[in-house]
């Protein structure tokens, strides 16, 4: 009895460092050509067929018809099927969260009420954790990278976060971003009206921008704060706000024009109905797709034809889910999907998913596209991506082929398995 203990313990012991040395494992660069492939670009070249891609050493080095391979590099043929670049995951906190109703899994906001509780020094990536198992998770699904976002704890104000590839590296790329609430969702934190709000952003704009002493009884920041909050008002870095209603939106736009500042907008359920301003502004739009009913009273003018109605308004789009982002990733492109069902043109769609993050955040040069100088995160799919009766059958991050395999994957075949010798959840 003690024996079969002892052996049992060793499995589990043995099956979660697979585990987790497979969730974990760094994706290196390698050389590869794909051939025969349905090449949606999501840039400039638009849709290829019958196309190749070369990659060396984890570039993208050509896109064409008929590329030779070079000697040692190995050939994968597409058969037709659609190659886009690798998804992106949506603002989400994977990687500081790992089960949501544990406190201890989550460092994705911070509270500091009894002192200065607006803190955008708070930055979210150093708590990034590269071996979490909801990385693999989304990997599996076709996604490639994600907006790693705080979320508001003690104070409207978030703090930072970053673009993060999914493929094992541990540091953002790109710029940070700063996150902040707005509208009902905000308004506990701020005096519980939405009309402060405004008076407080008024009031860190003035600390920022050294119009209060920094020690004045009354400051809200901390000097590492103002000198955070100086530069995003620098334009080094958007501004990610959460807003729905239109109202609201209409004042954000106001004060981003008098403050000089850049921002996006996450949610946006009655975005749609200021497409032109947005448009003018120039400020993406990361929305539900999936928001078609009065939740609450900032969603009142919900529709399933917000990204299209945003879209043919000039507003570049792309897509965030409300709720649980970080364990439902994979269902962004569901997102997309309904919103060609409901009259965004496909092209945009798949943009919304690629190249327009990658722009908004400053990384477009790296990632987003398919296009020679590009790191090779690309997604072989067994049929339209935005369908989601097809799948992702290859992901490759930086030309390297990540396995398609999660901790849910695993746990899926050790419980399919006939019952042997031990009992199946302890099988290898």
Known sequence: MIATSLRMRRHLRLGLLAAALFATAPVLAQNILIRNATVHTA?????????????????????GSGLSA???????????????????????????????????TDDSSVSLSTLQPVRPEFDVTLAYNPDSVLIPVARVEGYGYTLLGASTGGSFVAGQGGILRLDGSADPIGPRALFVRLG????????????????????????????????????????????????????????????NRAADIRQLLRWAQKENVRVAISGGAEAWKLGAALAQAKVPVFVDGLADLPADFDQIGATLENAARLDAAGVS??????????HNARKLRQHAGNAVANGLPWEKGLAA????????????????????????DLVLWTGDPLDVIN???????????????????????????????LPRAYGR
């Open 353 to 376: 998913m690629t190249r327009v993050p990658a722009q908004a955040f400053g990384v477009d040069d790296r990632i987003g596209t398919i296009a020679p100088g590009k790191q090779a």
């Open 70 to 104: 070079p000697a040692g590099v190995e050939t994968v043929d597409a058969q037709g099927k659609p190659l886009t670049p690798a998804f992106f995951a949506g603002i989400t906190e994977i990687g500081v969260e790992e089960v949501s109703g544990e406190s201890a």
């Open 317 to 326: 789009v792309g897509f965030s889910q409300s709720g649980d982002a970080s």
């Open 184 to 243: 009902s969702g905000a308004s506990e934190l701020s005096g519980k009206s939405r009309a402060a709000q405004w008076m407080l952003l008024d009031q860190l704009v003035a600390e920022a921008r050294g119009r209060v002493p920094s020690d004045s009884p009354h400051a809200l920041l901390t000097p590492a704060g103002r000198a955070v909050l100086a530069r995003f008002l620098a334009g080094q870095g958007r501004i990610v706000v959460n807003v």
């Open 43 to 63: 840039g400039g070249q638009g849709t290829l067929r019958n196309s190749d891609v070369l990659v060396r050493n984890g570039v993208i080095q050509a896109v």
């Open 391 to 421: 799948t992702a059958q290859q992901l490759w991050l930086g030309g390297k082929a990540v396995p398609m395999r999660s901790r849910q994957t695993e746990l899926r075949e050790r419980y399919l398995r006939a019952e042997g010798s």
